[in-house]
């Protein structure tokens, strides 16, 4: 191997799928490695790019020079690389899209761009002919430019008003817009220092603003910090720290001391079910194999614990681990959770995290002072070294699934991951997918199963109550039938707490026209507009478009305007008419707004401040609050008629997860499940908590529709602004699909669900296939089509194993 090189071939993040060669200049031939990011020209732009190959073999036309190196080492070692080239393979994006979202860092990359002198500027502002005599800011601000490019936000900051002058001074050819990178490239490791450590939030003592802002920082991320790197994330961190340390409120200390500290907190020993799943996952990871298990444990079996004991098991091992986590999940008492069982060793990633939180963590990981990474989605990707074990918590969870290119999921990445490094996964759920169940039979995991909730607790008793008979005998068309309002009220007079879950957000779902009948409709979707009271307007859920509620019909112009159906508003509302003393939290999109609305909303409800916790799917999930003894299901309906195949599978687990909220720990548990459809398969296994016997059902429908896991899918989306536009582009995907070979079946080319969308006019084709490599070789004709005929970039959308078909 020779250890210069004129050669490389990048991978940037534009849709033509395929690397392109650049010239190294000197400086750069012995130093570049694959898996570096490096900025290079692109037709008139600079674009950052991850090194594929260097090599020394002249390309058939000049290559162009690269500009800069970003990393002396890779950022993507190899077998992230190869991962990455699998993503892109197997979810057919553009492989630069990929390899850009596995180094998030890149992102902020692109977008903090400075204004920088051209050449041209340069030799004007030595010989200071400026081209408007008189103009003093010209001047001034280009000599500040000379000295270093800067943002337009700082420049308007210094000059006010100086984007008209920026304009013209580019318009001159003095100055351009340039891609920030050596400066505010986060992954370049800030002088170390002092750490800061921190153990939690001290009990009654004043802070000031600056204080209070460290403190939401550091309770987020758990650990010990870079000083220097704080103050970059926290503005006045340095001296809020230094200040709060004088008082003990915190600790600093020399950059070296921290690496050993390991503080862990007492923990519960394992019963017989997580001891005997937990050796089954330690004697894989002694092998040094790979291995998929699911663990298929009832909510509150104590998952979490085996989770631990896992990594700990890999620790021992010497080997890193990843556990990933879905989106809500990832909140500060889990990060402490972790962080108190691991210290230091715990890497917290989050997509929410800006870049430079991310960076940190990241090089954390690569140098090996973190060997556990815990996150959301993307942290699949994590440079864990010596990867030994992944765990996916809640694998059937939507949010694993990214939507938007490159489209993967997690879960499934994480398997693949795992396999290339000999590593075991861990896939862990209540309410398994169909996907991962089924690969059980397949032979391809291994089931550990915890039957029974820990300490003998019994699961709650569930009772579905029949709306229809409700208004049979009551004759009124409430949102609460009396037993689950006396069932509350009971409640709250023993102390004891509801969570009621109301999947809808906002007060009426939507305002139609007793006159026409027609629908306030989004002006760019071909959805309903939803009411929201608390800000009296009409909302989009899916493009948050708003507009106040119109006095007259649109269509009509009649006055006979009414709101129909509810949402998680209405509910609260209607409860503090029904239970004036209660004391009433909601959580949902509406409530979460800052960052740590969340917390401090379920904080407040695990606390006792509230009788009553409302809310969307968001109280579903993992909460283990040991004063619930009733959970409420106002609507067990919602979704069930949506025009998806998981319909059922996700209204099987949304009930089944909410229902296990009750009766977690000494005192027993009640669901009360409303609904109209107390026939339906799901509803009946969601009540009778039975995962096996919904298994079968819905895998005979999945077997009969051959829906998957008995085939491979992937739904295309046309759309375009123009409907004209998107109707030919659809038509030209029907015909390229036209007489599909045998064993591929097509359905539409149709109007998608949400027909239009963000003002986009949408046409959807699903495609089954018994073989994925054919499915695959068929997407691949179908983007290479558009790239040819030159579609619009996000023109077409190839989502493969789709999660939601709207
Ligand atoms: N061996 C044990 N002995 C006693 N308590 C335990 C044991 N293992 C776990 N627990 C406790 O049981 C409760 C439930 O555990 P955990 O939250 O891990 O359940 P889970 O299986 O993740 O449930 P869900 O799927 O509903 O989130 C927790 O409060 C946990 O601390
Ligand atoms: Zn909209």
């Not at 609460?480 to 999947?503: C, D, H, P, W, Y």
């Not at 809808?504 to 007793?514: M, P, T």
Request: glycine content about 6%; charged content about 25%.
């Amino acid at each position: 191997m020779p250890t210069f090189f004129e050669y490389i071939d990048v991978s940037l993040p534009v849709p033509i799928d395929r690397p392109f060669t650049y010239r190294l200049p000197e400086t750069l031939r012995h130093r570049v490695a694959p898996g570096c990011r490096i900025i290079v020209p692109f037709g008139s732009r600079k674009l950052t790019g991850v090194i594929l190959r260097a090599h020394n073999d002249p390309p058939s036309v000049t290559a162009k020079e690269a500009l800069r190196l970003l990393d002396a080492e890779p950022v993507l070692e190899e077998k992230l690389l190869a991962l990455g080239r699998w993503v892109a393979d197997y979810y057919c994006a553009p492989l630069g899209e990929v390899l850009r979202s596995m180094a998030p860092l890149t992102g902020e990359v692109r977008r903090t761009r400075v204004w920088a002198l051209t050449d041209k500027g340069h030799s004007v502002i030595r010989q200071l002919l400026i081209g408007e005599p008189g103009n003093d800011t010209a001047v001034d601000l280009l000599r500040l430019l000379e000295q270093r490019a800067l943002s337009e936000t700082t420049l308007e900051r210094k000059f006010p008003g100086a984007k008209k002058l920026l304009k013209s001074l580019e318009k001159k050819g003095l100055i351009e817009l340039e891609q920030n990178l050596a400066e505010r490239d986060p992954m370049r490791a800030p002088a170390a220092r002092l750490r800061v450590e921190f153990q939690g939030r001290p009990a009654e003592v004043k802070l000031t603003k600056q204080e209070r802002e460290l403190v939401a920082y550091l309770e987020l991320h758990p650990g010990t910090h870079n000083l220097e790197e704080l103050e970059l994330l926290v503005k006045g961190a340095s001296q809020a720290a230094r200040a709060m340390a004088r008082r003990n409120l915190l600790i600093l200390k020399p950059e070296a001391l921290t690496a050993d500290t390991s503080w862990a907190k007492p923990r519960h020993d394992l019963n017989p079910e997580q001891q005997a799943a937990y050796d089954e996952i330690r004697k894989a990871l002694d092998a040094h194999h790979y291995q998929t298990f699911l663990l298929r444990g009832v909510t509150g079996s104590g998952k979490t614990e085996v989770y631990l004991s896992a990594i700990e098991a890999a620790l021992q091992l010497d080997r890193g681990a990843l556990l990933l986590v879905p989106e809500i999940a990832l909140t500060p008492a889990m990060a402490g959770q972790f962080h108190s069982r691991f210290g230091d060793q715990v890497a917290i990633l989050h997509s929410a995290f800006n870049d430079s939180e991310r960076a940190e963590q990241w090089r954390r990981l690569r140098s090996g002072l973190a060997k556990v990474g815990v996150g959301t989605r993307s942290a699949v990707f994590a440079p864990v070294a010596n990867l030994g074990l992944i765990i996916v918590d809640e694998e059937h969870d939507q949010s694993y699934k990214q939507e938007e290119t490159p489209r993967y999921n997690g879960r499934d990445v994480a398997i693949v991951r795992a396999r290339e490094a000999k590593a075991v996964v861990v896939l862990g759920s209540a309410t398994p997918s169909l996907e991962s169940r089924y690969n059980v039979e397949r032979g391809k995991s291994r089931l550990l199963e915890l039957p029974v909730r820990v300490g003998d607790r019994p699961m709650p008793t569930v009772e579905l109550i029949d709306m229809r008979e409700e208004f049979l005998e009551t004759r009124q068309n409430g949102l609460f039938s009396r037993k689950l309002i006396e069932a509350i009220g009971a409640k709250i007079e023993s102390g004891e707490q509801t969570v009621l879950l109301m999947n809808r957000r906002g007060f009426s779902a939507s305002v139609a026209c007793r006159s026409c009948g027609e629908r306030v409709q989004c002006v760019n979707c071909a959805v309903a507009l939803t009411f929201h009271r608390r800000d009296n307007r009409l909302l989009c859920h899916y493009c948050n478009f708003a507009q106040r509620v119109p006095q007259v019909c649109p269509h009509c112009g009649s006055e006979h305007i009414y709101f129909l159906g509810s949402g998680s508003e209405k509910v609260e509302d209607e409860l503090h008419r029904h239970l004036p003393r209660a004391r009433i939290a909601r959580l949902d999109r509406d409530t979460v707004t800052g960052k740590n609305r969340y917390e401090q909303i379920l904080g407040g409800f695990r606390e006792g401040n509230y009788d009553i916790l409302v809310g969307t799917q968001m109280i579903a999930k993992g909460h283990d609050i040991p004063n619930v003894t009733l959970v409420g299901v106002v609507s067990g309906d919602i979704g069930l008629a949506m025009p998806d195949f998981r319909s059922a599978e996700r209204a099987f687990q949304l009930l089944t997860q909410v229902a296990g909220r009750a009766g977690r720990h000494s005192l027993p548990g009640t669901v009360l499940i409303q609904t109209i459809n107390p026939d339906h398969y799901a509803i009946r296994c969601a009540a009778e908590q039975d995962f096996g016997k919904f298994y079968e059902k819905e895998l005979q429908f999945r077997r009969l529709m051959r829906y998957p896991p008995f085939c491979a899918m992937a739904n295309i989306v046309v759309r375009a602004e123009k409907q004209e536009d998107a109707l030919r582009m659809s038509g030209q995907i029907a015909n390229l699909l036209g007489m599909p070979e045998e064993g591929i079946k097509v359905l539409g080319p149709a109007e998608a669900p949400v027909p239009r969308l963000k003002n986009e006019f949408r046409y959807q084709t699903l495609i089954k296939a018994i073989s994925r490599p054919k499915l695959n070789e068929l997407l691949k004709c179908l983007r290479q089509h558009a790239l040819d005929d030159k579609w619009p970039a996000t023109a077409l959308v190839v989502d493969v194993d789709p999660m939601s078909l709207l």
